[in-house]
């Protein structure tokens, strides 16, 4: 096991997947191989966020949860879905409201009455949730993907806590970020970061600091280098840790204290 100051938390996993498929003991094994002490499962529907209440109870000193509506998961009868969050808000280890937000890169490309009465749903869902998140004052872990400036517009309108606010996977450039970080919000580091293409997202990186960084799996998706490609799982976050201490010009060990203790406070994991 790695030394106390090399541990790690990966905060935006989907361990339902890997529970699924009868792998989760070992996932979890490896990840602890590796130094990850926490992660943070991420809700994307009624049913997964169940079984990661179920996975927090089971496994309290690592597992923390969120529930959301991923705009992904949102239909037109996305309210019966929203209305189920309220029974969470006492829940033991839930830590977030996430993932929630808006995505045009996923909407029908051949049909675009069809598209905008998705997005439309997507955005009363995100409006929706924002107003529990606001009501809550719990962190809000944000999807954004081809809508950076309508999800930015969306959360100012909202009264939000921006300080409690992270966009998840963030792979946008250093003048995006700077909009985030300006009202007081954060994007958080999937493996992206480790990719030969992805200058920009070290650049927004840099831009944010080190004072603000965290990072992330987005498991089974986005596998840093060297297992780009493959099923991503919690584990792999100390790769994508190991390249960020060199992005930053500063020790691994430095890296995940700083990451850890920023992870820790920001989803008040202690």
Same mark, same amino acid.
């Given at each position: 096991?790695?030394?106390?100051?090399?541990?790690?938390i990966?905060?935006?996993?989907?361990?339902? =997947? *890997?529970?699924?498929?009868?792998?989760?003991?070992?996932?979890?094994?490896? @990840?602890?191989?590796?130094?990850?002490?926490?992660?943070?499962?991420?809700?994307?529907?009624?049913? #997964?966020?169940?079984?990661?209440?179920?996975?927090?109870?089971?496994?309290?000193?690592?597992?923390?949860?969120?529930?959301g509506?991923?705009? =992904?998961?949102? !239909? !037109?009868?996305?309210?019966?879905?929203?209305?189920?969050?309220?029974?969470? &808000? !006492?829940?033991?280890?839930?830590?977030?409201?996430? $993932?929630?937000?808006? #995505?045009?890169?996923?909407l029908?490309q051949? #049909?675009? $009455?069809?598209?905008?009465?998705? *997005?439309?749903?997507?955005?009363?869902?995100f409006? @929706?949730?924002?107003?529990?998140?606001?009501?809550?004052?719990?962190?809000?872990?944000?999807?954004?993907?081809?809508?950076?400036?309508?999800?930015?517009?969306?959360?100012?309108?909202?009264?939000?806590?921006w300080?409690?606010?992270?966009?998840? =996977?963030?792979?946008?450039?250093?003048?995006?970020? &700077?909009? %985030?970080?300006?009202?007081?919000?954060?994007?958080?580091f999937?493996?992206?970061?480790?990719?030969?293409?992805?200058?920009?997202?070290? &650049?927004?990186?840099?831009?944010q600091?080190?004072?603000? *960084?965290?990072?992330?799996?987005?498991?089974?998706? %986005?596998?840093?280098?060297?297992?780009?490609?493959?099923?991503?799982?919690?584990?792999?976050?100390?790769?994508?840790?190991?390249?960020?201490?060199?992005?930053?010009?500063?020790?691994?060990?430095?890296?995940?204290?700083?990451?850890?203790?920023?992870?820790?406070?920001?989803?008040?994991?202690?």
């Amino acid at each position: 096991m790695n030394e106390a100051v090399n541990r790690l938390i990966d905060t935006h996993t989907h361990l339902d =997947c *890997f529970y699924r498929k009868g792998d989760f003991e070992s996932i979890l094994s490896e @990840a602890r191989g590796e130094g990850v002490e926490k992660m943070i499962t991420i809700g994307t529907d009624p049913e #997964d966020w169940a079984l990661y209440r179920k996975l927090s109870s089971d496994y309290p000193e690592v597992i923390r949860y969120s529930v959301g509506l991923h705009p =992904c998961s949102v !239909e !037109e009868t996305w309210e019966e879905a929203v209305a189920q969050i309220d029974s969470y &808000q !006492e829940a033991l280890g839930l830590v977030a409201l996430g $993932e929630i937000g808006l #995505d045009r890169f996923h909407l029908p490309q051949k #049909d675009a $009455e069809k598209a905008e009465r998705v *997005f439309a749903c997507q955005k009363g869902a995100f409006k @929706a949730q924002l107003g529990i998140a606001r009501k809550w004052g719990t962190p809000v872990v944000i999807h954004s993907r081809g809508a950076f400036d309508e999800t930015v517009a969306m959360i100012d309108a909202s009264g939000v806590d921006w300080g409690k606010v992270v966009f998840h =996977c963030f792979s946008e450039g250093p003048d995006k970020i &700077q909009k %985030l970080n300006e009202r007081g919000g954060r994007g958080s580091f999937t493996g992206i970061i480790t990719y030969k293409n992805a200058e920009e997202v070290r &650049q927004a990186a840099l831009a944010q600091g080190l004072e603000m *960084f965290m990072i992330e799996t987005d498991a089974p998706y %986005l596998a840093p280098v060297p297992h780009r490609g493959k099923q991503n799982k919690p584990a792999f976050v100390r790769h994508t840790a190991e390249f960020s201490s060199e992005v930053f010009g500063t020790s691994f060990a430095e890296l995940a204290c700083v990451s850890t203790r920023n992870a820790i406070d920001f989803f008040g994991l202690e």
